[in-house]
């Protein structure tokens, strides 16, 4: 066994293994390097790294306890704004960027990033670990990884994305455990514990590992995954429960919303669906449909059944559960990418394994391997309809940056088509500090005071036009 392990772990020091690693990381942060520090926008991005940033900086300017860990954060006015809708950790590292770079967009994006390099490395461990060769290895990561989706949404602070490292990191422990090299309950509890406490569908993947390790006889495995899980999601009771000074309503009713159970309906499960299928078609290059059934194939190896089982379960778990969130968020099944890559890497080891039976089939997996990199690099290296949008956003978000508002002014009142007080314009709230507030036009605002609006993908400053009360 020790001749074994110390063979597996030569393996880890291989450059072919890590050079495709190093390539996606290079294109993650060099590809278009502005869009670490653009401004906060009306797109998936500028939401998330607004909203997540709100709460950083209420931590760094407030306090951790004026703050609520970041759940709460005050307006110009004095007014509370709270946001406890997902997990705290996101948070306390946003807070954590901002202390160390003062920069509010750069810091907004920084924890995704670390997040998403720190997943490339614990993936080529992983599939290391599954006893995949280097070149089906390489391929598998390359097939999952050099693809829009992570480049597009591996630097955005959101809950999934930064989810996937503990996902990631819990598997590699799994597998471990599986080859005979038990995890210690501490590292399993911890892992599961950061899971739960960053993401809800990271929460829905530690519920599998505990109850496929329970199945599987691994009772003390199963029994630290489960306790780091239930600890974290007692906190986050808790926390919320402090947030929200004891009234929960607003959580349930977002919740319920997601599933599509709170009275309003909106989407079936086949629009949902359809409108993911449109989502995959612009983020991974082998388009639409396949996606799911190609990361399904890993099921098919006993190396990767179970960590496939587990990872592909908890997407589409989370998918099937909460279809409106899936319908309204192109990332929402962002985690697949872990099931993705190890189902590719054993299909190729299968066709590599294939063709080494003949002489004049060897050459044949040098050829796919190349040509797969070529085409991955073309999709890749052109920015997706994603990306665009990011940065057609956040042109929209610096001109909001750049608005001088009335000091006295309590609202930022806006005509971009809601009602009364929101919280889908985080980036506005950030950046003006003051509550967004949907109004009909200026009329609908008092003299003095100016509202928003948008012409022509311009934000356009308009003043008030409400009498005020003598």
Known sequence: MNGVLAR???AYYSAFRWAPALAVAFLLVAHDPGRLWMAFGP???????????????AIVEEGPLASHLGASSRTVAGDQVIYAHHPPLLYIETAAALAVTGMPELAARLPAVVSSLLVLVIVVLLLADCGLRPGPAAVGLLAAFATPMFVAFGVV???DALGLAPIAALALLWQRTRRGVEARSWALASVAAAATLTSWHAALFTAFVTILLFLDS????AAAVFTGTAVSAALIVLWMWWAYHGELGD???RALHRVGTDGTGRVSLRQAVAQQMLYFSDL???GTWLVVPIAGLGLLDRRTRPLVAASLGSVLVYAVLFKNGAYDHSYWLYC???????????SADAIARFCTDYRWRRPAPMVLGAT?????????WSPSGEESHHRNAAKVGAQARMVSWPPRQRYAYDAFGHNGTTDLLPWLLFYSRRQPFGVAGPESVPSGEILLRMVDGQVVVSPGAQPRAP
């Open 372 to 380: 797969l990199v070529v085409a991955l690099g073309f999709t890749v």
């Open 251 to 253: 959580f349930f009713q």
């Open 336 to 346: 697949i990418l872990l099931p993705f890559a190890l189902s590719v890497a054993v």
């Open 157 to 159: 602070t959101e809950p």
């Open 284 to 286: 991974f290059p082998v």
């Open 43 to 57: 797109s998936h991005d500028g939401f998330n790294a607004s909203l997540f940033m709100l709460g950083g900086r």
């Open 8 to 10: 597996q772990h030569g």
């Open 218 to 221: 691994r009772r003390r495995a």
